[in-house]
């Protein structure tokens, strides 16, 4: 069997919980089995565009630029897949694609899975089971306070500006918010119900909105409105915009955000003027309302429960408490006496 049969069996086996292998899983494991487009080159102006198929068809002239790290194990057998193979992925999405900890445990998560499963369920007799390494990821300790983080918004334009205050307000990741649809949103646009398969960790979340939240909902659909009547052809290609947060420029006219555009050149301006620190990425909201919630006195359970994490443990990486804070906190029980 080759690695990419046996990618393809695991992609199309529901997870424990009866649900479709996250987008997350999906792109790991298709990035291993086959050749991945990253950008199309323009060769007249050297310019490189993020790559999407929509785009191509419109423009064909332009080159399909490859992930020169991608499909490395599109000619393998799944058995032969050993150690080194597993060594050589993680210093590669490290070297090439400048990944951290992190990011590199994400893509050794998904290759252990997948050998996991070829060997318990598709019989697959390895010539050397390969041994994963689980590297030790940073502290993050990247959140914002109130003050720059509306010295950011203020910077940014309206629609990167609506997509943080909604990550503010709900901890949200990126692909939630980017790719956020309508028929996520309550027909009051007071809850938000995400299903399972969007979320990283497979199970749905159900937000209620915070008054914040709903003002950004309530925007959005005046914009929306607005979308629409300017562009008459959307109400005969999409005339319900599906998802929450879409461009208005005419060559993405209706479309959200591919996963680089949100923190592109517009974003590290933003950043520059607001004389925040270059480290600023949009995942850094999510950091940021853990956060707040643990300097407003929310409890892990409700921060859990509010930002969608699966365990205290991954919570734990995203709040962040301050000198003053901790100080704070070791204080509350002066006042108890019990005469020592």
Not at 120 to 146: A, G, S
Request: aromatic letters at 10%; one cysteine or more.
């Amino acid at each position: 069997m080759t690695f990419e049969e046996a990618a393809r069996e695991y992609l199309d086996t529901p997870t424990e919980a009866g649900n479709d292998k996250s987008p997350i899983a999906v792109h790991a494991i298709t990035w291993m089995a086959q050749d991945k487009p990253e950008g199309l080159l323009d060769k007249k102006t050297g310019k490189v565009f993020a790559y999407s198929e929509k785009y191509h068809a419109k423009r064909p002239a332009l080159v399909i630029v490859w992930d020169a790290t991608s499909g490395r194990f599109k000619d393998r057998q799944m058995s032969s897949i050993n150690s080194l193979d597993a060594f050589r992925m993680a210093k590669d999405v490290r070297t090439k694609k400048g990944l951290g900890p992190a990011g590199i445990n994400n893509y050794t998560k998904y290759l252990r899975a997948l050998c996991k499963f070829a060997r318990k369920t598709l019989v697959v007799q390895f010539d050397n089971f390969p041994e994963f390494d689980n590297l030790k990821e940073n502290e993050r300790k990247e959140w914002l306070e109130p003050e720059d983080a509306a010295k950011l918004i203020r910077w940014l334009d309206p629609l990167r500006a609506n997509m943080v205050r909604m990550a503010l307000a709900t901890g949200l990741r990126n692909a939630n918010v980017r790719l956020m649809r309508w028929d996520w949103v309550s027909s009051d646009g007071k809850a938000l119900n995400i299903p399972s398969k969007y979320m990283k960790g497979n199970i749905s979340h159900n937000i209620t909105l915070s008054k914040a939240a709903r003002v950004v909902i309530k925007e959005r659909l005046q914009a929306r409105d607005i979308l629409l009547k300017t562009y008459p052809k959307l109400q005969t290609h999409q005339p319900t915009l599906d998802y929450v947060f879409v461009q208005d420029c005419k060559q993405s006219l209706g479309n959200p955000f591919c996963p680089t555009s949100i923190t592109n050149k517009t974003w590290k301006r933003a950043v520059r003027l607001a004389k925040l620190p270059s480290w600023v990425r949009f995942h850094s909201m999510r950091h940021t309302f853990a956060t707040w919630h643990v300097k407003a006195g929310s409890t892990d359970g409700d921060i859990m429960a509010a930002g969608g994490w699966a365990s205290a443990k991954s919570m734990g990486r995203y709040t962040h408490q301050d000198e003053e804070h901790k100080k704070a906190v070791s204080g509350r029980l002066d006042a108890i006496n019990i005469g020592l």
